[in-house]
């Protein structure tokens, strides 16, 4: 488990270490605090001292004897004392306590001056200043161990970050709700703010975090607990995905423009690997003298509706595809069902209806129609001199002059086998007559000079014109009248367009 501190635990462990570092410091420095080893010291070298003259007030009274005596008996009533000497200038050890060249030999250098004290004494009959010898005296060494650490300043100063830590600690939660926001921002703020499915934070004027929804938190990786107090840009999931985008963070594009920075989109990778995709807005918040004083910015996880969008994109493409493929049939259908395959030009059952349309529309609104009947001359006789291949391209080519010489509104139909027929709306007898006309010439001109033979033949055709005008009660009836004058140019030499008139019909029965 790992163990986090909260931010009144963090500073309050900051303000304890400043505190006793100062400490530390005025002890250095000025040495506030008494240092027991040197006191202890001190107080060796008095006592080291006070024996000195009284070994050198019996030596004058010549009371060697007396020394003897005394050394040892001070030795049994401080424990501290190890041994004594009383030593001449010429090192000849005069007077000592047992086992004393030992132990004064034992300690080393840096015990002089805290268990190792040589005081000199002079003579009298040479005059004070003269060196007589000296008094040795060795003490137990001073404490080193780990208890002569705990000084009593030590202990101070441990006492003091004890006590410290915890008055700081209850101190700065009951007045940081002041400055910690989290803290400071009521309950019920907190929870609108939660709330919102959009991760949101709010920056400060250096653009640290002062405060972040549950849905921030939720993007960041597991281990990140604290937020608030870091700059976006030490996320580094987040500054990851700015990596890759060539504008500037939208929240810096913000604070410089004080207005509503452009949307930002980039992906970012969360602790567990997943890509998100995040829209980003930064909002500024100024102040009264239109100062920004820290910025709002939301981040919108659309990686889910990107997604959906995607799918639903890629279906719409489906489903158009399938609609043109459908679309591709049924005109396939239609004509399939309407046209002719030979020749592109309208069947017989698809025609009608509409030639019977025309009709009305004519009749009730008294407008012109014409009607034309076409048929090639002689065309058994192409088909058996040619064979029937020939004569389906005679068929053919007959159809396209047909076809191309008429007009949007005109309406050409295969009648049957090499007979065709024209609707033509708007146009009258005469009208229709030139229109005829026109395709026999062209017939005649084109069709037998376009057959693959040698030499090529004459291809010639007849027309029967009639118009609405002639009296027709029926669409059927007008294509009747144009099929008499057809009789009537086929009778009369064929290769000509002949307009229906009354009597025809006798014509053609006779
Ligand atoms: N090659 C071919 N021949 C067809 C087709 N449909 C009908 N025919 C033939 O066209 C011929 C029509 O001849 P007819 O109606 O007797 O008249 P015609 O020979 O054109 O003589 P006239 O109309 O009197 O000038 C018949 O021999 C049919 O077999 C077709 O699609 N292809």
């Known amino acids: 488990m790992k163990l986090t501190l909260g931010p009144t635990a963090r500073i309050s462990l900051g303000l304890l270490s400043l505190a006793v570092t100062l400490l530390l410091a005025l002890d250095l420095l000025l040495g506030v605090f008494p240092d027991p080893a040197r006191q202890a010291a001190q107080a060796r070298r008095q006592f080291a001292e006070n024996i000195a003259i009284q070994v050198a007030s019996l030596l004058m009274h010549d009371e060697r004897e007396r020394i003897s005596q005394i050394l040892p008996e001070l030795l049994r009533r401080d ?8 030593r001449t200038a010429d090192s000849r050890l005069l007077v000592a306590t047992p086992q004393h060249e030992l132990l004064w030999v034992q300690g080393d250098a840096q015990e002089t001056g805290r268990s ?4 000199s004494i002079g003579s009298a009959s040479r005059g004070e200043d003269a060196h007589w010898g000296q008094v040795e005296v060795a003490f137990t060494p001073l404490d080193k161990g780990l208890f002569a650490f705990f000084t009593p300043a030590i ?8 006590a410290g830590s915890v008055i700081y600690y209850f101190y700065l939660r009951r007045t940081l709700i002041h400055l910690d926001p989290s803290a400071a921002v009521p309950e019920r703020v907190q929870m609108a703010f939660d709330a919102m499915s959009e991760a949101v934070v709010v920056l400060d004027a250096k653009q640290r975090i002062v405060m972040a929804n549950s849905s921030f938190e939720k993007l960041l990786p597991d281990d990140t607990t604290l937020v608030t107090g870091r700059c976006l840009e030490s996320f580094p999931w987040l500054r990851m995905g700015l990596e890759h985008i060539d504008a500037i963070p939208p929240w810096e594009d913000c604070f410089r423009s004080k207005t509503r920075s452009e949307t930002a989109i980039f992906e ?3 602790g567990d690997g997943k890509v998100h995709r995040l829209v980003v807005n930064a909002s500024p918040v100024l102040d009264a003298k239109n100062a920004v004083r820290g910025c709002m910015v939301s981040f919108n996880d659309v990686t889910e509706l990107d997604e959906a969008n995607r799918q639903l994109v890629a279906l719409m493409a489906d489903l158009s595809e399938s609609k043109e493929q459908l679309e591709v049939q049924n005109r396939e259908l239609y004509r399939l069902a309407n046209v002719d395959p030979m020749t592109g030009a309208r069947n017989r059952r698809s025609f009608f209806p509409e030639f019977e349309r025309l009709f009305a529309e004519a009749r009730e609104r008294d407008l012109p129609l014409a009607f034309i009947m076409a048929d090639i001359d002689k065309f058994k006789s192409v088909n058996d001199n ?13 159809a396209s002059i047909l076809l191309a010489s008429a007009r949007d509104t005109d309406i050409v139909c295969r009648y049957g086998g090499e007979e065709f027929c024209v609707a033509l709306p708007g146009a009258d007898a005469e009208q229709a007559w030139q229109v005829a006309e026109r395709i026999r010439e062209r017939v005649k001109a084109e069709v037998g000079s376009s057959l693959p033979l040698d030499p090529q033949p004459v291809i010639t ?11 027709a009660e029926s669409a059927e009836q007008l294509a009747d009248f144009a099929d008499q004058a057809l009789y009537h140019s086929k009778h009369n030499g ?14 053609k029965k006779g």
């Open 116 to 119: 190792r004290f040589a005081v």
């Open 494 to 507: 064929r290769n000509r367009c002949t307009t229906y008139t009354v009597g025809m019909a006798q014509d």
């Open 461 to 471: 055709s007849s027309f029967g014109v009639a118009s609405i005008i002639s009296g």
């Open 268 to 270: 970012a990778t969360d």
């Open 155 to 162: 202990k101070l100063i441990l006492l003091f970050s004890l």
């Open 386 to 398: 040619y064979g029937h291949a020939i004569g389906d391209k005679v068929i053919q080519k007959f």
């Open 79 to 86: 424990p501290a004392l190890q041994s004594i000497g009383v």
